[in-house]
């Protein structure tokens, strides 16, 4: 495993002689969306719980406003509980803050810092935690990230804390309701060959690897992401990823699934 994700990392890192967009799927980079500008996302998870054929169904729905060229803010939705039980049980806050750029032709450097709150009613069922989604609690991190031509490398860092979710669903106190998080996410696009133009679609691949340490406990995972994305126009856009768990000795209620994700941007909205 090990030397396949060295192969794949390092065929990402070949170098080449055009720009390249820094869009990933199961993080984010430090860059942010057009300045005065709205965007909507849908973000779809298909998760297998262990030792189940079954699929859980997620949907999170976003609203993003870039404020300026350094802020941006998202709006998000969490509804969840299977097919027979489907409903909303959470909202959360995004919001990142870029405060360093080094821009170079066809390459640059930049840094942000990210804060999210998050509120949730489901119950509280798993080790691993997940404020983006299935715990009330928050999130505060740094992300560095390198666009090198047609290459992206991005690296994020960030503390996160859990809280009781809404409606009596106490956070169990056998569980560590701390943990430090920790990404590497490197990105490739194939096509077009020849960029002549902001309307051609455009074909990205990705890899992401995502850990988490419990800091009570010592507990651990690492998951590895794969993901394919299409950008249409420069405005609109698609995700398809997998997400597979590589190593855990912790509790987790869905580790592996898919996400199908829509995205789309208006421009100069505000």
């Known amino acids: ?17 055009i720009y390249a967009q820094e ?6 980079p430090a860059s942010n969306m057009p300045a005065k500008s709205i965007g909507v996302r849908l973000n779809n998870w298909f998760m297998q719980p262990p030792g189940s054929n079954n699929l859980n169904y997620q949907f ?8 300026n060229k350094r802020l941006m803010l998202h709006v998000e939705g969490f509804l969840g509980g299977g097919s027979e039980n489907f ?32 509120t949730n009613s489901s119950p509280v069922n798993q ?3 997940q404020t983006f989604g299935y715990n009330t609690g928050g999130q505060l991190g740094l992300i560095g990230t390198q ?12 503390y996160e804390q859990a809280f009781n979710n809404l409606q009596g669903h106490e956070f169990p106190a056998t569980f560590s309701d701390k943990a430090m998080n920790y990404t590497f996410s490197a990105g490739r696009l194939l096509l077009p060959k020849k960029y002549t133009g902001f309307k051609q679609t455009n074909l990205n691949f990705m890899v ?3 850990g988490q340490t419990l800091l009570k406990n010592g507990k651990s995972f690492l998951d590895l992401a794969p993901a394919i994305q299409f950008i249409f126009n420069s405005q609109a856009r698609l995700d398809i990823g997998y997400k597979k768990e590589v190593y855990s ?22």
């Not at 869009?23 to 984010?28: K, W």
């Open 208 to 210: 992401e690897c995502l």
């Open 1 to 17: 495993m090990k030397q396949t994700i060295t192969a794949i990392v390092l065929l990402l890192m070949l170098p080449v002689a």
């Open 87 to 118: 409903k909303p049980e959470g909202l959360g806050l995004y919001a990142k803050y870029r405060f360093y750029s080094n821009d170079q032709v066809y390459h640059h450097f930049r840094m942000a810092a990210f804060v999210r709150g998050t």
């Open 127 to 129: 080790e691993e935690l």
């Open 249 to 270: 000795n912790m509790q987790r209620y869905a580790p592996n699934g898919f996400t199908v994700r829509l995205e789309y941007l208006f421009f100069n909205a505000l």
């Open 23 to 28: 869009l990933f799927v199961f993080t984010e």
């Open 147 to 158: 666009l090198m031509h047609k290459t992206a490398l991005s690296s994020t860092v960030y």
């Open 60 to 67: 999170v729905p976003e609203v993003m406003w870039g404020v």
